[in-house]
C-alpha cells in the first residue's frame, strides 16, 4: 500500500533540497514518507548523474570574488556549470555566491580544503555540488579556488560574473579603492603574466631571451649585438606582459606603476589572482 504525500510534505522536501517538485515527490514516496531516506534517494541520484555526466565540458558558470571587512583577505572562485542559460540563473550566483562566502570566512589554503567545508545542513561543499547536479541536471564543479592576503586587498567581478580578480596593494586606505579596482579591471582585460619583472618564471625569461637572439641573428645583425639586442626585446615583453609594466588601460601615456604612484608615492601592486569562466 502506497503512502500518501501531501503537497506540504513535498513542497518542504523541495526547499530542503532544491530539488524539482516531481523529483521530490517520488523520493518520498519511495522513501514512504520518511525525509532522511528521501533527502539520500535524492542525493544517490545526483551521484548517479554526476558520475554519467563527467566527461561533459564545463565551459559556463560564475566566477566570485570577495575580501574581508579589513580589506587584508580575498577569495576567488569559478562555479562552473555546462550552459549559460544555467549560469545566469539567480539561484546558480547565489550559491557560488555562498560557497565565495565560506571560503572568506574559513580561508581554506587549497581547493580540496574548500571542497571538504561543511555547510550548515551538514553537507561537504563537494557533496552540496554532487547533489545540485541531479536538481540542475549538469556536471557541475569548482576548477579554480585562490585566495589573497596583502596589506590591502581588491576584488573586481567583470560583467556578468565571467573574470574575478583579486589585486593586493602595499597600503591599506580607502582612499586607494578605485584605484585598486581600476588596475584590477586591468588585470581583467590584459590579463598580466606577473605582476612584475621578477615575478616571470626563470625559464620564460631565458627562452624569450633565446627567442630575440633568434630574431637578430635572422636579421643578419652583428654577433657583438645579438645579446643588446634581445634583452631590449625582453624588456618590451616585460612592458606588454607584466601588470605594472603596462601601459595603463584607462589612460595610456602611463603605465600601470606610474599611476599608482600619482594616487601615493610608494604605492605599487604586490600580486593579483585572476580567475576566469572556461579559462
Given amino acids: 500500500m502506497s503512502v500518501k504525500i501531501s503537497a506540504q510534505e513535498v513542497a518542504k522536501l523541495r526547499k530542503m533540497t532544491g530539488s524539482g517538485m516531481m523529483d521530490c515527490k517520488k523520493a518520498l514516496v519511495e522513501a514512504e514518507g520518511d525525509f532522511e531516506k528521501a533527502v539520500e534517494i535524492l ?3 545526483g551521484q548517479k548523474l554526476s558520475a554519467k555526466r563527467a566527461d561533459r565540458e ?9 575580501v574581508n571587512g579589513d ?4 577569495v576567488v572562485l569559478n562555479l562552473s556549470c555546462e550552459t549559460d542559460f544555467v549560469a545566469m540563473t539567480d539561484s546558480f550566483v547565489a550559491m557560488a555566491k555562498e560557497f565565495a562566502n565560506m571560503a572568506l570566512e574559513h580561508f581554506p589554503a587549497t581547493k580540496d580544503e574548500l571542497l571538504a567545508l561543511k555547510m550548515d545542513n551538514g553537507l561537504t561543499i563537494q557533496e552540496k555540488i554532487t547533489e545540485q547536479v541531479g536538481v540542475i541536471g549538469e556536471k557541475l564543479d569548482i576548477p579554480s579556488y585562490e585566495r589573497m592576503e596583502a596589506p590591502m586587498v581588491v576584488s573586481y567581478i567583470h560583467a556578468g560574473n565571467k573574470i574575478g580578480v583579486l589585486l593586493g596593494l602595499t597600503k591599506n586606505d580607502d582612499s586607494f579603492e578605485d584605484a585598486g579596482r581600476s588596475v584590477a579591471m586591468q588585470v581583467a582585460a590584459m590579463n598580466p603574466l ?17 627567442i630575440g637572439k633568434d630574431i637578430a641573428r635572422n636579421e643578419g645583425k652583428a654577433e657583438d649585438l645579438i645579446e643588446r639586442i634581445a634583452m631590449g626585446k625582453l624588456n618590451r615583453f616585460f612592458a606588454d606582459n607584466t601588470l605594472l609594466g603596462q601601459k595603463f588601460v584607462k589612460n ?6 606610474s599611476y599608482l604612484n600619482s594616487i601615493e608615492k610608494g604605492l605599487t601592486a604586490i600580486d593579483f589572482k585572476r580567475v576566469a569562466v572556461g579559462g
Fill in 194 to 210: 606577473a605582476v612584475n619583472k621578477d615575478a616571470v618564471d626563470a625559464s620564460i625569461v631565458e627562452k624569450e631571451i633565446e
Fill in 43 to 45: 542525493r544517490k541520484k
Fill in 252 to 257: 595610456p601615456k602611463e603605465t600601470v606603476q
Fill in 58 to 66: 564545463t565551459n559556463e558558470g560564475a566566477a566570485i570574488a570577495l
Fill in 71 to 74: 580589506k587584508t583577505r580575498g
